[in-house]
Structure formats: structure tokens, C-alpha cells
């Protein structure tokens, strides 16, 4: 069976290589490259790296409407595409052409969290289980049939790479069990239920900035959530401050209604922050133009925290 690849990140590789395993992978199709890191140096997606180590062909269209992309798609004759977080949608003309359908790895339990960002979205929203969902594509986001799925919990301190490390591997596993079944026919898709249906809609940096009047549990998911992109931040002597990782501070003999909303507080050597409801302690930041450092590094050069109030 004749099979091209569609993915960009990290997530994608385990897939990518299981399939380069098992079947003719023909071709592969990913992000162009972009600035990345704090030099903005161009670098290429991770799936095209993995792709050009096992010397099978790349394409990077800006979008999939280019003629060319269309044309060397085409030219590669697939049975079907597998997708496996790409970043585009696939209209209907890319759709149609593999006989066998075009296949989608999610990582989510459909139909909850369709969409760009079902990882971060099942952290910030206290899920206590998410999982993969492998499914036939159709011209709607992430609503085609599903094929298989498999639950995967959900741990207390799980961020966002560490629950996607976990659900790329269960989703490689698990596409090369569904293609097994689906090739000999012994599964179909079944259609979605329509009850339980939510969004995760593309993230952006800004969406990173912590609002302190929030409680510290919904600001220790948001933090975990946005680890490592777009990560959590808040401003600090007129920078943004990354957080990347926090835990909420528990004490029977804290009077914590004395500390106003986003003052900054020193509990046992590491910073911390009032917030709507509880106090939040930071185990490693990353002030603007420094490296990511632990809480009590930070307060090194960090004189004057604990007299601040943050936004």
C-alpha cells in the first residue's frame, strides 16, 4: 500500500516511523521551516528531519492550495494519507485522492477537544483522562468517523510534553492495530455522537499570560498546559517572565486573605504569588533574555521581589 505522510511536530514522529516500518511510505508533506528559538534561526519541522533520515521525499507547501503541492501529491499515486498534527486543513481535492481515504491520529478522546490543541485543552480544563482517536477524515474539523480510540489518564503533574510524549507513542501503536483491522475490513467507522462535542482552537503566545485573580489550580493547569508553547508568563520589571513550572502552596497555618491578589511573596527560599484563591510557588522561570533557572536562582538577582504586586 502506497502511503503519504502528513505531520510537523514531535508528536508526529513515532507515527511517522512505525508506518516507514510496516509500509511504502512514498512520500511525506510537513510545515516549511521556520525561526525558531531565541536566535530565530530557520529550522526545519521535526517530521522533515526524521523524514530525510530515512531518505524518503519532503514537501513543505506554505499552504496545500499551492498547484504544486496538489501536483507532486497527485504524482505520488497514495492508497491513502495518513495525518498526524500537520497544521493545515486538508480541503476536498486532497481528500479524494487516495482510494483508501485519508486517516487522522488525534490526541483527544472525539468529539471532545477537536481542534489544534486537544493536549493543552484536556490540562487546562482539569480532565482527568484524554487519550487518541484514530478517524477518517472529512471535510470538517476532526468530525469524520471514528475507527478506534484509547483512553490514556491524565497525571497530576503532566504538561503538555509529557502527555504528548505518551499519546504519540499510544497513537503509533495503535494506528498500526486500526490499519491492520481497517485493511481487512473487520472495522468501520462509526459516526460521532453529537452530545459532548467541545473546541481547542489554535493557541497563540498572548494566550500564555497569567491573570492572578484566577485560583492557583486553574493557573498550576495553565501552567503545565502551555509547557513548552506557548508557555505561561506574566511581566516582570516590564518583561515578560516565563513560568514553567509551579506548585500550590498548601499551609493550614498561612493566613492567606492578608496578602493582596498578585503580591509577590518568598515561601520556603522560592518566589510566589498571591492569587484569586491560594498561593502559587514558582519551581523554574525564565526572565526576559536569560535562561530557564529554578525559583531560588531566581531570587539571587530578584532583590526586590516580594514588595510587587504583578498584573
Known amino acids: 500500500m502506497r502511503l503519504v505522510f502528513m505531520g510537523s511536530p514531535d508528536f508526529a514522529l513515532p507515527t511517522l516511523t512505525a508506518?516507514?516500518?510496516h509500509y511504502q511510505v512514498v512520500g511525506v508533506v510537513t510545515q516549511p521551516d521556520r525561526p525558531a528559538g531565541r536566535g530565530k534561526n530557520v529550522t526545519p519541522p521535526?517530521?522533515?528531519?526524521?523524514?530525510?533520515?530515512?531518505?524518503?521525499?519532503?514537501?513543505?507547501?506554505?499552504?496545500?492550495?499551492?498547484?504544486?503541492?496538489?501536483e507532486q501529491i497527485r504524482a505520488?499515486?497514495?492508497?491513502?494519507?495518513?495525518?498526524?498534527?500537520f497544521g493545515q486543513i486538508l480541503r476536498k481535492n486532497i481528500l479524494d485522492l487516495p482510494s483508501?481515504?485519508?486517516?487522522?491520529?488525534?490526541?483527544s478522546l472525539l468529539p471532545r477537544w477537536r481542534g489544534a490543541a486537544p493536549i493543552q485543552a484536556a490540562i487546562l480544563n482539569g480532565d482527568a483522562e484524554t487519550g487518541v482517536t484514530i478517524?477518517?477524515?472529512?471535510?470538517?474539523?476532526?468530525?469524520?468517523?471514528?475507527?478506534?480510540?484509547?483512553?490514556?489518564?491524565?497525571?497530576?503533574?503532566d504538561t503538555a510534553s509529557t502527555l504528548g510524549e505518551r499519546l504519540a507513542k499510544i497513537g503509533a501503536d495503535l494506528l498500526l492495530e486500526t490499519l491492520s483491522a481497517y485493511l481487512t475490513k473487520s472495522i468501520s467507522p462509526r459516526k460521532q455522537p453529537d452530545d459532548?462535542?467541545?473546541?481547542?482552537?489554535?493557541?497563540?503566545?498572548?494566550?500564555?499570560?497569567?491573570?492572578?485573580?484566577?485560583?492557583?489550580?486553574?493557573?498550576?493547569?495553565?501552567?503545565?498546559?502551555?509547557?513548552?508553547?506557548?508557555?505561561?508568563?506574566?511581566?516582570?520589571?516590564?518583561?515578560?517572565?516565563?513560568?514553567?513550572?509551579?506548585?500550590?502552596?498548601?499551609?493550614?497555618?498561612?493566613?492567606?486573605?492578608?496578602?493582596?491578589?498578585?503580591?509577590?511573596?518568598?515561601i520556603d527560599q522560592k518566589p510566589a504569588i498571591k492569587t484569586g484563591d491560594g498561593i502559587l510557588i514558582l519551581d523554574e522561570v525564565?526572565?526576559?533574555?536569560?535562561?530557564?533557572?529554578?525559583?531560588?536562582?531566581?531570587?539571587?538577582?530578584?532583590?526586590d521581589w516580594g514588595n510587587d504586586i504583578l498584573g
Open 19 to 21: 508506518l516507514s516500518e
Open 46 to 70: 521535526p517530521v522533515k528531519t526524521l523524514a530525510l533520515a530515512l531518505n524518503l521525499p519532503v514537501i513543505q507547501p506554505e499552504n496545500l492550495k499551492e498547484p504544486s503541492a496538489l
Open 76 to 85: 505520488w499515486q497514495p492508497e491513502m494519507i495518513i495525518v498526524a498534527a
Open 100 to 107: 483508501l481515504g485519508c486517516i487522522n491520529v488525534h490526541a
Open 135 to 157: 478517524m477518517m477524515m472529512d471535510a470538517g474539523i476532526d468530525t469524520g468517523g471514528i475507527l478506534s480510540q484509547r483512553v490514556e489518564p491524565i497525571h497530576e503533574n
Open 196 to 266: 459532548g462535542v467541545t473546541y481547542a482552537p489554535m493557541l497563540k503566545k498572548e494566550d500564555g499570560r497569567l491573570d492572578f485573580s484566577q485560583p492557583a489550580i486553574d493557573l498550576d493547569r495553565k501552567i503545565r498546559a502551555f509547557n513548552p508553547w506557548p508557555a505561561a508568563f506574566t511581566m516582570w520589571r516590564g518583561n515578560p517572565m516565563k513560568i514553567l513550572k509551579a506548585h500550590i502552596f498548601v499551609s493550614p497555618n498561612t493566613d492567606m486573605n492578608k496578602f493582596a491578589t498578585g503580591s509577590t511573596l518568598i
Open 286 to 303: 525564565q526572565p526576559a533574555g536569560k535562561k530557564a533557572m529554578a525559583g531560588e536562582v531566581f531570587l539571587h538577582g530578584a532583590r
